[in-house]
């Protein structure tokens, strides 16, 4: 069982930058790939990030290249989503999510998640 908690979403004004954590709980943190996913009103859930077990492999969403940025330590059983060039259609409820083994940007292949964090970008 993994309990995730993530933290540090907040208002923003567009081009601002904000650090989200996702801080897991258990032993077994690196044995599981991390994602983020995000989801927006009335909107489907939506891939945004993905890092495997040991950091050195990570995937993003297009419309998030070369302006988020995924990492993970596994020391501190947390992993990070660092967004700049914030854009108000980045407004959103994000989620850090993990599976077992390999990464994905299938949410249906995650078995745990957090209870997610609002991200609200201004224009």
């Known amino acids: 069982q993994v309990q995730l908690v993530e933290s540090g979403g907040g208002l923003v004004q567009a081009g601002g930058s904000l650090r989200l954590s996702c801080a897991a709980s258990?032993?077994?943190?690196?044995?599981?790939?991390m994602g983020w996913f995000r989801q927006a009103p009335g909107k489907e859930r939506e891939f945004v990030a993905t890092i495997n077990r040991s950091g050195t492999y990570t995937y993003y969403v297009d419309s998030v290249k070369g302006r988020f940025t995924i990492s993970r330590d596994n020391a501190k059983n947390t992993v990070y989503l660092q967004m700049n060039s914030l854009k108000p259609e980045d407004t959103a409820v994000y989620y850090c999510?993990?599976?077992?083994?390999?990464?994905?940007?299938?949410?249906?292949?995650?078995?745990?998640w957090g209870q997610g964090t609002q991200v609200t970008v201004s224009s």
């Open positions: 999510a993990a599976k077992p083994t390999v990464t994905s940007v299938r949410a249906q292949e995650y078995r745990y």
């Open positions: 258990g032993r077994t943190f690196s044995t599981y790939a």
